[in-house]
């Protein structure tokens, strides 16, 4: 098991980056969010979990520890796999996903695009007694912010299954919106995707 790396970030794509380590370049497929909190050349941490498959040994990367506890807990339930749990933690935040679950927020648990009633309803009935400590209020966390907002927010849109088209759209509508201090990017994804779940 591979727990987590640490090293140089010698490229990001839209949905991974290569963080070089001990001269081996090791591709870690990540969240937009995730994405965002890393810059090329500078040297990150990522918590990280393995997924190992008969032809493939895929390796997962997080912002913390809490975010890969929680991508591998979404995995327990049924017709959950990795793909799925990490397009959960990228609309939601770790605390959001347990509010849901917790709280049987069905319409919040299928904005990830996915997710249809049923598979919400079920993520409701097999976690919720094991998703954890659930907080009283949203824990939005605050970043500093890296880049320009508008591409991160563009490639992470895009890598979640929607058209340029509509990622622009959303990234405009956000701009409209936006007054003085720019929150974290990925507190401006998960306003995009909510933007882009009322349009579908």
Do not use: N
């Not at 997924?51 to 990367?61: I, K, Q």
């Not at 979404?74 to 793909?83: D, E, K």
């Not at 939005?140 to 927010?153: C, I, M, N």
């Not at 409209?176 to 990925?186: A, N, Y």
């Amino acid at each position: 098991m591979i727990a987590s790396v640490r090293g140089v970030v010698a490229a990001i794509a839209p949905d991974s980056a290569v963080i070089e380590v001990g001269g081996v370049g090791l591709a870690v497929l990540c969240a937009p969010g995730t994405l965002a909190g890393l810059k090329t050349g500078a040297e990150a941490r990522l918590a990280t979990s393995l997924v190992v498959r008969e032809d493939s040994l895929t390796l997962y990367g997080f912002a913390d520890d809490d975010e890969k506890h929680l991508f591998e807990l979404l995995q327990t339930a049924s017709g959950v796999g990795p793909r799925l749990a990490q397009a959960v933690l990228a609309v939601h935040a770790p605390d959001a996903v347990r509010r849901a679950v917790s709280g049987g927020d069905i319409a919040a648990l299928t904005r990830v695009p996915g997710i249809g009633k049923k598979g919400a309803e079920r993520l409701v009935l097999e976690l919720r007694d094991r998703i954890g400590v659930v907080p009283a209020t949203d824990g939005a966390s605050g970043g500093v912010l890296r880049g320009d907002w508008q591409d991160q927010v563009r490639q992470g849109v895009v890598a979640l299954g929607w058209s340029a088209a509509q990622a622009d759209q959303a990234v405009a509508a956000i701009g409209e919106t936006l007054d003085g201090e720019i929150p974290p990017v990925p507190v401006l994804l998960r306003q995009a995707i909510r933007l882009l779940g009322r349009t579908r």
